[in-house]
């Protein structure tokens, strides 16, 4: 376990100011208008994707010059910076679908791994007008309106779990098979990282995925999630670990610290 470290703190501040300014610009590009693309795999980008992930490498090079940054989209173009035990993983809009079809329910993610462990992270909900962040050993925090408040998973935990999952998951057979073995209170579908960030502010208690996810859609999450007091575990129940081959991640389960032993791992 890596100790708090006052700079991570000062770091974290830079961050959560860069992703803001990052998240007022994809409101504006929204009402500018953008183009939508296909990329080689398939999957969506847009031209704003492009635009946010350029601005966001820039800054993190100001901030941290030493720190090489993986990006989604840069890595998508065949550019990854040669990196060691330590880089920024940054997915400039998580939840492109979403975006492209003008729903609010896309983040902007920023994670610095160490050690193949996730130790800053910084969510920002754009179209929700909030920012969720965390330095490992300073807590988790979420920043809107009515100002900054501590977040923490819901204790105790109910006794019927709230599951939360991706639209993709709900349909699968694998899900339906899962669910089987739990008393579930309610099962919500939600969009890109507001699953994690509801585990992490207490709103739910479980996040099961069965679909595949990149790196960059869990490392800032997974920061949060886990001075919130809960974890991201593949389903062995080991934790989630960084630079893995093709930044792909496995199936996994996010939950509460408070559910975990009610979790059946394979
Ligand atoms: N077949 C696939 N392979 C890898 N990642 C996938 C995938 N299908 C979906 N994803 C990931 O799931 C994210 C969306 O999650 P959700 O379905 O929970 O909203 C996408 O984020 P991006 O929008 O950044 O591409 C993408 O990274
Ligand atoms: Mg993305």
Not at 66 to 89: F, M, N, Q
Not at 200 to 214: K, L, Q, V
């Amino acid at each position: 376990m890596l100790t708090p470290c006052p700079q991570n703190n000062a770091i974290l501040k830079s961050v959560i100011d860069i992703s803001a300014e990052a998240a007022s610009d994809i409101i504006q590009c929204r009402q500018d208008g953008f183009t939508v693309h296909k990329k080689q795999d398939r999957s969506t980008v847009t031209t704003v994707d492009r635009r946010i992930e350029h601005f966001i490498i820039e800054k993190l090079r100001h901030v941290t010059p030493d720190i090489p940054v993986i990006a989604e989209e840069s890595v998508s173009e065949g550019r990854a910076p040669l990196y060691g035990d330590t880089y920024w993983l940054v997915d400039p809009i998580d939840g492109t679908d979403e975006f492209a079809a003008g729903g609010d329910d896309f983040a902007i993610h920023i994670g610095l791994v160490h050690l193949g462990q996730p130790i800053i992270g910084v969510v920002t909900l754009p179209g929700h007008n909030i920012q969720y962040y965390a330095a490992r050993g300073h807590g988790a925090w979420r920043k809107n309106a009515d100002g900054e408040t501590r977040i923490t998973c819901a204790s105790p935990a109910p006794e019927h779990l709230r599951v939360v999952t991706s639209r993709r998951c709900m349909n699968l057979p694998h899900f339906a098979a899962w669910r089987k073995n739990y008393e579930i209170d309610s099962i919500v579908p939600a969009g890109s990282s507001i699953k994690f960030m509801q585990v992490a502010e207490g709103a739910a208690d479980i996040y099961p995925r069965f679909t595949p996810s990149m790196e960059w859609d869990t490392a800032a999450p997974q920061a949060i999630i886990e001075e919130a007091g809960g974890s991201i575990r593949d389903l062995s129940g080991d934790i989630l670990r960084y630079g893995k081959a093709g930044w792909l991640n496995s199936s996994f389960i996010c939950c509460s610290d408070h559910v975990r032993d009610r979790v059946i791992w394979a």
